[in-house]
């Protein structure tokens, strides 16, 4: 029987994301990869990647996986084999938004500091 769809996971529930993350193996998607063209090959290495970090942080998951595709492919791969590592490289673009997003949006200290805050309590 396979796993519910991804809504019902939980994203503090370890094992669900585990079960999650078991469903993406690297092989098939190394494989799928083959005789595509490079834009071809992010878009679908991106497309994998994506559901997974959006379990974890489901507000700026476009933006941190965006983040992520810019890793070495190695290190990417790693990321979709493995919650754990997944969830360093996670917090580690949270950290990078921490500084980044304030300055972008234009918020004033007030709005800043309640923004870093918040993206600090949600790290893993």
Known sequence: MPPPPVAVYRS???LARTAFFLR???AA???ALE???PSEQRTLIGETLYPLVELLQPLFAPKITGMLLELPRTQIFRCIESPEV???KVN???DVLVDWYPQQMKLNEQEAKEFRAAMLLSKL
Do not use: H, Q
Request: hydrophobic share 40%; glycine share 0%; no cysteine.
């Open 86 to 88: 997944l969830k360093e």
């Open 24 to 26: 993406f193996p690297v």
């Open 12 to 14: 503090d529930d370890f």
């Open 29 to 31: 998607l190394t494989e």
């Open 92 to 94: 580690e673009a949270i």
């Open 35 to 37: 005789n595509r063209t």
